[in-house]
T-cell receptor
Framework: DAGVIQSPRHEVTEMGQEVTLRCKPI?????LFWYRQTMMRGLELLIY????????DSGMPEDRFSAKMPNASFSTLKIQPSEPRDSAVYFC??????????????FGPGTRLTVL | AQSVTQLDSQVPVFEEAPVELRCNYS??????LFWYVQYPNQGLQLLLK??????LVKGINGFEAEFNKSQTSFHLRKPSVHISDTAEYFC???????????FGTGTSLTVIP
């Protein structure tokens, strides 16, 4: 299996532009997570999906952020408009079970976003 | 509220020396505990996890951790570190009252030749 695939790996954009990050989870996994990692705040859970349905989006920082999972093999995280403080590494992870409590999460390589 | 505390943000250690990375959690209910490792420019990988049973858990790359319920700790240990162990280590906890998962702030382990 190719693992969790994220694209792009690096994104540099200007303030005010729309940014879309993409994730393909491991085939057969039922749960998908979006995380943001910064030096200041560490690793933050933004949102997670279970069987394509958003379960907990309490970590989404504000309305500029939105996430979708139109099918079991694809998810997007969109920032519109982007701001310099959104600069971070964004990770997508998937898990083989709907019960996230005790199952391993498999992380993608991350997307490094820089907003100028 | 549940939380995970990693007491050391940076741990330098000489090659072949032992290391302990500390993790404490706060929860009044049952928890499941995890350690993940993040090598430079990569995503996180699971090192080991505690779900139930024996409190001493062995993971990959020679790491082990011990669950101590009375001290609410889950410290990670390795008797002899290698240069390749240089990485960021994250403790995580999930709480058995809902699908909540919390990561600690991470400990940066640097192995010195």
């Amino acid at each position: 299996d190719a693992g969790v695939i994220q694209s792009p790996r690096h994104e540099v954009t200007e303030m005010g532009q729309e940014v879309t990050l993409r994730c393909k989870p491991i085939s057969g996994h039922n749960s998908l997570f979006w995380y943001r990692q910064t030096m200041m705040r560490g690793l933050e859970l933004l949102i997670y999906f279970n069987n394509n349905v958003p379960i907990d989006d309490s970590g989404m920082p504000e309305d500029r952020f939105s996430a979708k999972m139109p099918n079991a093999s694809f998810s997007t995280l969109k920032i519109q408009p982007s701001e310099p403080r959104d600069s971070a590494v964004y990770f997508c992870a998937s898990s083989p079970s709907s019960t996230v409590l005790y199952n391993e999460q498999f992380f993608g390589p991350g997307t490094r976003l820089t907003v100028l | 509220a549940q939380s995970v505390t990693q007491l050391d943000s940076q741990v330098p250690v000489f090659e072949e020396a032992p290391v302990e990375l500390r993790c404490n959690y706060s929860s009044s209910v049952s928890v499941y505990l995890f350690w993940y490792v993040q090598y430079p420019n990569q995503g996180l990988q699971l090192l080991l996890k505690y779900l139930s049973g024996s409190t001493l858990v062995k993971g990959i790359n020679g790491f082990e951790a011990e669950f101590n319920k009375s001290q609410t700790s889950f410290h990670l240990r390795k008797p002899s570190v290698h240069i390749s162990d240089t990485a960021e280590y994250f403790c995580a906890v999930s709480v058995n009252t809902g699908n909540q998962f919390y990561f600690g702030t991470g400990t940066s382990l640097t192995v010195i030749p």
